[in-house]
């Protein structure tokens, strides 16, 4: 008698009338058991063994689903395929059960009997749902299943590991017989839409497990991915089993331990998951991360909180899960296909199937083979490389415990790997080294941040993904086309040793989760390599430099106001002269967009770009030099009245439009955007309020510009205009022009990409809301995503003084959130503050904002804040970030 059969002997038969009372003992020792395996896995900790624990509750549920089919079946009549058959097939076939997943049955019954023993089947289904098993099942006979089967390859998949629960000899044999590769899905079939079925699903997780949320089972590198490698070697080589491919020459030894350990891994995770959410959830979503790192014991360490360390080693399980999957789906390749063609590459490579193999069997004998594997690599047309050929692969897994570290390498390795960096596709050469894990071997710094997150919403990838995303961005910018950066393919060839950069990319974030400035950090490390690597003092010095100032220039860009001659010549101070400049400014846009897909966008592009050209502008000048703001202002009007007589405007009429402009606008704006408002005012006519909105390079992003009679409310009404609109405001820029009118612009982007706003339907809206009464317009109130509330940011609120013209500088920084630039900007109007300029920065859910305001005296003047006015609106800020707003 089987397990499952003794199990359910122990559970009396009896009629409908009992069913309650066999429910209520069935979810009573569904839910002891439960509560056993949760003990259990608590008191295992961060080591826990799983294993036990999925077989216990799959025996569990084994021992109900037996009793409710005798139950509900009692003694059935009928011969052959009139008898039915009780299967459990896909995970709870493989005895894979975890407190969520669901439980799948397939009765396997004849065509004639399957309308008598309806109701009983019927009555077995609805047992198991009244007890709390959560029931998937199917009715076939062994024909149809064939048919259903062929017609779709995850019915196949899911009987594929159907295990007995109650069924016959005769009656396993009918459904063996029934999926035979001779009727359904040869091998050879079955591999190719199992592989493609693999590539389809990576690619919807974009083709990386380092995702911030990542699913533990369909994600790359999870569990799906170990099952369906069991599935090929079932259908192509007769045997699921891991152990049993090293005797066929399919999985080395060390392969299968590395692929048994980081299912431990992963199941410890889904468990833990499953606990967590108290329901089927394979999404580690912030929701659950830190409550499952608490529940497995970790805590925050120096450098790296407990959610970190935990994402961390997931990072790196599922890593190694694809790196040995890629291989074992060439070898299954291999085993249906044959070895194909061979073209030699040079003396110790060529090319199998158009993988890169190396040709010695006992490759590699030294370090110096590795470098040569990289070299042949760097020199091969990527076109007709697919990757690295299974066997060398697991060779080079081998050997990199003997890789030495850059520090402990002789003179002849280091020169190698400085030649590779200096190389034809040098990016590509770093990124399979990093793949593979030579370059881990060769920086052991670069393996410390292996698979490290930072649990925010800025970091969207792991450090070491950010770094080959930054590496990836350079590499874009020498074969130029990426219309997303418009000048720094221009920059690029003109850098005396590219190897600076790339250098500087590697070691920029390289520090990170050590405690202290990683940039400080990484520059001491960037400096040893450098050394130990030979080169010169002065490219020592640059590269340290970078990884020193990687911050700078975009904190430069986004929270300082580029207009200003004075903060140029201050940036152009730091950076010294023109060859670091261009280096910073390619690392600065790199760096910026390999961060989140979403972080880069026009915006950036021309807000560093006018930073880097004014610069270069400074350092050719000389710094003894420094550009006044009155020459600034002549250079840019010039510049403006060219634009509008190439635009047929007589000289009479540009002089008077641009005489109703503030001076201080041709020192801030560009000379395209002084011609473009100067346009929209002579369009002005009679009218009181001008507003125009144009669209910019990025879709969707506009600028708009607005002339208006100044009055109390109005950038309070423009901003929750704006937001209304849809519309994230990126940069605001408020000045007082000729006879009490403001020339206000905006830099706006949609703050969801799929609803976008035309630039006439903005402009509409704006100009009759600016027509109305503005005391009455509130922000709209919208439900916070709930993701920001594992992202608290305790808010700070600062104020400065600033001497000329005399205002206050209000500096907060708090979490982002949808509408908190228009609540801000209520709570400023219902403290009667004016706000002539805004700096707006958003990095993930970090809110940086930068005003500067005043406050209206009793007769209308402009006044900087005293202490009284800061606190009063302190307060009233605080109030409305704590969700107490006007």
């Known amino acids: 008698m089987s397990d499952a059969a003794a199990d359910a002997a122990a559970w009396p038969v009896s009629d409908e009338a009992t069913d309650a009372a066999w429910i209520a003992a069935a979810r009573a020792r569904l839910a002891s058991t439960a509560n056993s395996l949760a003990a259990a896995f608590d008191a295992g900790g961060a080591d826990v063994d799983v294993r036990p624990l999925i077989a216990r509750r799959c025996a569990d549920v084994d021992g109900i689903v037996a009793a409710a089919w005798r139950r509900a079946m009692g003694a059935v009549d009928g011969e052959g395929d009139a008898t039915p058959a009780l299967f459990a097939v896909g995970g709870y076939g493989r005895g894979e059960l975890f407190p969520q997943s669901d439980v799948d049955l397939l009765v396997l019954l004849g065509d004639e009997a399957q309308g008598r023993l309806a109701p009983a089947i019927a009555r077995f289904v609805a047992l198991l749902w009244d007890a709390g098993l959560p029931v998937g099942h199917a009715l076939r006979s062994a024909q149809q299943t064939t048919v259903a089967a062929r017609a779709d390859i995850t019915v196949l998949t899911s009987l594929l590991e159907a295990r007995p629960l109650a069924a016959s000899a005769d009656a396993f044999a009918r459904l063996i017989e029934a999926i035979d590769p001779a009727h359904v899905w040869p091998p050879a079939e079955f591999f190719r839409a199992k592989r493609d079925e693999l590539r389809a699903r990576h690619a919807r997780f974009g083709d990386t497990a380092d995702n911030l949320e990542p699913n533990l089972k369909e994600g790359p590198g999870g569990l799906r991915d170990l099952q369906t490698l069991r599935w090929m070697a079932l259908r192509v080589l007769g045997t699921g089993d891991f152990a049993s491919l090293i005797a066929l020459g399919q999985l080395g030894a060390d392969e299968q331990a590395t692929l048994d350990r980081q299912y431990d891994v992963l199941a410890r995770l889904r468990f833990g998951l499953h606990l967590v ?151 590509r050469t770093l990124t399979r080294m990093a793949r593979l894990g030579v370059l881990g071997r060769w920086i052991p710094a670069f393996a410390n941040v292996s698979g490290r997150m930072q649990f925010d919403l800025f970091h969207v990838y792991t450090v070491d993904q950010h770094t080959l995303a930054v590496l990836a961005n350079i590499e874009a910018f020498e074969r130029g086309g990426d219309e997303r950066f418009s000048v720094a393919h221009e920059v690029i060839p003109r850098l005396r040793k590219p190897e600076l950069l790339l250098l500087a990319a590697l070691f920029h974030d390289i520090a990170k989760g050590r405690g202290g400035d990683h940039s400080e950090l990484g520059a001491v490390d960037a400096r040893a390599f450098s050394e130990a690597m030979g080169l010169p003092p002065g490219d020592v010095a640059t590269v340290e430099w970078l990884v020193a100032q990687h911050l700078l220039m975009s904190i430069t860009a986004q929270k300082q106001d580029i207009a200003d001659p004075d903060v140029i010549h201050r940036f152009a101070a730091k950076v010294g002269d023109r060859e670091r400049l261009e280096l910073l400014y390619l690392l600065t846009c790199a760096d910026i967009a390999g961060t989140s897909p979403k972080l880069w966008n026009a915006w950036k592009d021309r807000l560093l770009a006018d930073l880097y050209m004014a610069t270069r502008l400074a350092l050719r000048r000389g710094l003894e030099n420094p550009l006044a703001a009155a020459e600034r202002a002549a250079e840019t009007r010039a510049a403006a009245v060219a634009l509008l007589r190439e635009a047929g405007i007589d000289a009479p009429v540009i002089d008077d439009v641009l005489a109703r402009m503030p001076d201080i606008g041709f020192q801030r704006a560009r000379p395209d955007q002084i011609a473009w408002q100067a346009q929209a005012l002579l369009a002005l006519g009679a009218r009181d309020t001008c507003v125009a909105v144009r669209p910019l390079a990025d879709a969707g992003a506009l600028e708009v510009f607005v002339h208006s009679p100044d009055r109390d409310g109005l950038f309070a009404a423009i901003v929750i205009t704006l937001d209304r609109l849809g519309l994230a405001i990126a940069q605001a820029r408020v000045l007082d022009g000729p006879g009490g009118r403001v020339f206000d612009s905006f830099q706006v982007v949609p703050a969801d990409a799929r609803r976008q706003s035309a630039a006439d339907a903005v402009a509409h809206r704006l100009t009759q809301v600016l027509d109305g009464p503005l005391d009455a317009l509130r922000p709209a109130r919208r439900a916070q995503p709930t993701h920001l509330r594992h992202f608290r940011i305790v808010p700070r609120i600062g104020f400065d003084d600033v001497a000329t013209p005399p205002r206050t500088l209000l500096s907060l920084v708090c979490t982002d959130r949808p509408g908190l630039l228009a609540d801000v900007a209520l709570v400023l109007r219902e403290q009667r503050m004016r706000v002539h300029d805004a700096r707006v920065a958003t990095f993930g859910e970090r809110a940086e904002d930068v005003f500067q305001i005043t406050r209206v005296d009793a007769d209308g003047n402009d006044e900087p804040l005293d202490e009284p006015h800061q606190q009063a609106l302190h307060d009233a800020l605080r109030a409305c970030l704590d969700g107490d707003c006007p």
């Open 277 to 427: 959410a108290g329901r089927r959830e394979e999404r580690l979503r912030f929701d659950h991360q830190k409550a499952l790192a608490a529940r497995l014991g970790l805590v925050d360490a120096p450098g790296a909180l407990a959610v970190e360390q935990m994402m961390q080693t997931f990072y790196r399980s599922a890593g190694l899960v694809q790196r040995i999957g890629d291989r074992l789906l060439q070898r299954f390749e291999e085993q249906l296909e044959g070895e194909g063609d061979v073209a030699p590459v040079d003396a110790a490579f060529e090319l199998r199937r158009g993988y890169l193999a190396a040709r010695d069997a006992g490759w590699p004998r030294d370090a110096r083979d590795v470098v040569a594997l990289f070299a042949a690599w760097a020199a091969c047309d990527p076109a007709a490389v697919r990757g690295l050929h299974s066997q060398t692969a697991r060779l080079l897994a081998e050997f990199l415990p003997r890789i030495p570290a850059y520090q402990e390498a002789n003179v002849d390795l280091r020169d190698a790997f400085m030649a590779l960096l200096r190389g034809p596709r040098a990016v």
